[in-house]
């Protein structure tokens, strides 16, 4: 095998976001691009040699093609075993669990999550380390400084690699194992859950509709709902992984997953819904008639957990990304467990997993998880589900009220405003941030000012500061809202306000309603619409 050393240069903008490096497929497709961040990922963990890695992605446009790029730069650097799912196929959490039960040094995962894919949609690649999570704010950060530094590549002048056939081969002195990539994940479902149960819930009539939005989580879906629980053939849709995800945005939420919600609201609705992203990392979850917000569903589940068997000891901790709904802390101070806000982004739930310090982790963008793995985890989510309702044999909505009864109802909205130009909304964070020391007694429409932060976070664990994670501010009575600037989109910067407000009488209110004074109080504080000529939000969810 011979190895070639092609001279390069930075490349500006390979700076690691939320989740990754996300580009336009487009980007990456440049001659070089890839192969330079690649590079800086090998370079700034301090090289590869003798190393397991497992590569997967999300069967976007593009994926087939760098993972052959991956494992001849692989083969280059010295790495000694890669372990690579069928098809080029990984969810996010199975290559998070394929990590550990094979003990690997770390991983490559090819996605843009909830981004539409396509030559000119949307492509990713992040870094997990050998704890299955991603890459922390350290890693990500020595990755970025070898992308500054970068002055040559190294690739194997070598054939493709055979990605249909399970089994070993060989690039050079590189061994290429291709595995099932749902097989390892269906045994961490079945250790976790009441197996048994869910299938006698399944048989008793319950009906259920898993959308897998034409993206990866469909052959794991249709393996453990329809052939292990006994799922009705077909109750698993969109179940074929496709380059452009059928064209659509694998985004689960009521927007895009909007042939779900008609389903789940309209006559005939199955007893429970849910829909997973590009990846395999997010879940949204709908009874008959009735929608759960993630930052619900995530109190929910800390609530319940005990009833399903992996869980069965109870829970050591509960953990929210700071925008994410008060809702699990008013379980985690209930049931005396300590509870934690982190940043936006999985992987400061890292080490808090890591050290048993909290065991349930979620984020209001659709992301629940535990510390089976090191990623969220959009099945693991709907099985947990299925194994409290098989438990409790009641609906989703009866679900929901008793849960809002024994502990009231935190109102919850984000509105996304999208595209908005870059300069522009850098500008209405920094405003807004040099306002903050003197908004504390102000009023903001109808709502009065409590507190004002840019929220700033010290891992628990090793000390590490991370500042600049979002204004977030408190108003008297209770409501709360937070701004930030997304990480992961492409275009544009993307403005996201999260709101809520607690009540703990009033359940049945349209939450844009009962969230219409911290609104208001937004639009006072920020001036989102004066500045950006938005006169709404572009998503609401
Ligand atoms: C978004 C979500 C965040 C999530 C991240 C990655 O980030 O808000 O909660 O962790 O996507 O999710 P941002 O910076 O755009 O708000 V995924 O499913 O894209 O791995
Ligand atoms: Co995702």
Avoid at 169 to 189: K, N, T
Avoid at 314 to 338: F, H, I, N, W, Y
Avoid at 463 to 482: H, N
Avoid at 497 to 515: H, W
Wanted: charge should be negative.
């Amino acid at each position: 095998m011979q190895v070639k050393r092609v001279p390069t240069q930075p490349i500006d903008g390979q700076k690691p976001g939320t989740s990754g490096l996300r580009k336009k497929t487009r980007v990456f497709m440049q001659p070089g691009y890839l192969e330079n961040f690649v590079q800086s990922i090998w370079d700034g963990i301090g090289g590869i040699a003798g190393q397991t890695l497992v590569v997967g992605g999300d069967g976007r446009f593009f994926n087939d093609r760098a993972i052959q790029t991956i494992l001849k730069m692989a083969a280059a650097s010295g790495a000694a075993r890669v372990i690579v799912g069928q098809g080029g196929l990984l969810s996010t959490p199975a290559a998070s669990n394929l990590i550990r039960v094979r003990g690997a040094d770390g991983g490559v995962i090819l996605s843009a999550s909830h981004n539409p894919g396509g030559p000119d949609e949307d492509f990713g690649i992040k870094y997990n380390m050998s704890n299955g999570g991603p890459a922390t704010e350290t890693v990500t950060g020595a990755i970025h400084a070898a992308t500054t530094a970068i002055a040559e590549y190294a690739i194997a002048d070598a054939p493709d690699a055979d990605l249909s056939t399970l089994g070993e081969s060989r690039l050079g002195a590189l061994v290429v194992e291709i595995v099932d990539p749902v097989a390892d994940y269906a045994v961490a479902m079945e250790n976790l859950f009441d197996f048994k149960a869910i299938r006698s819930l399944l048989q008793s009539g319950f009906q259920l509709r898993f959308d897998a939005m034409h993206a990866v989580t469909g052959p794991y879906a249709t393996e453990i709902l329809e052939r292990r629980l006994g799922a009705a053939p077909g109750s698993v849709v969109n179940g074929t992984p496709s380059p452009d995800f059928g064209g659509g945005h694998p985004d689960p939420n009521p927007v895009w997953a909007k042939d779900l919600m008609d389903a789940m609201y309209g006559a005939g609705a199955p007893d429970f819904g849910a829909a997973s992203d590009g990846d395999g990392d997010r879940n949204m979850i709908v009874g008959r008639g009735c929608y759960v917000t993630p930052s619900d569903s995530l109190a929910v589940l800390a609530a319940n957990a005990h009833l399903a068997p992996g869980y069965a000891a109870g829970l050591k901790g509960v953990a929210r990304s700071m925008p994410t709904s008060c809702a699990v802390d008013r379980v985690a101070e209930a049931r005396g467990l300590p509870c934690f806000a982190t940043p936006t982004g999985w992987k400061f739930f890292g080490n808090l997993l890591d050290a048993g310090m909290a065991t349930l982790c979620g984020e209001e963008s659709a992301g629940t998880g535990s510390d089976h793995v090191r990623e969220k985890d959009g099945l693991w989510a709907v099985l947990l589900w299925l194994n409290i309702l098989a438990v409790k044999r009641q609906s989703v909505a009866e679900v929901m009220a008793e849960h809002w009864a024994e502990f009231g109802r935190t109102y919850y909205s984000r509105h996304d405003y999208e595209a908005i130009d870059s300069a522009l909304a850098n500008r209405l964070m920094d405003d807004l941030r040099a306002a903050l020391p003197g908004l504390p007694g102000r009023a903001a429409g109808a709502l009065t000012v409590e507190s004002a932060e840019d929220f700033a976070y010290t891992d628990p664990v090793d000390g590490s500061v991370s500042t600049k994670q979002g204004v977030q501010i408190r108003f008297v009575g209770g409501a709360r809202l937070v701004l930030r600037l997304s990480g992961t989109g492409t275009e544009g910067a993307t403005l996201r306000v999260y709101l809520e407000r607690f009540d703990g009488a009033e359940f049945g209110l349209d939450p844009q309603v009962a969230l219409a004074p911290v609104i208001a109080a937004t639009e006072a504080l920020a001036g989102i619409t004066s500045r950006t000529g938005k006169t709404a939000p572009d998503v609401i969810t």
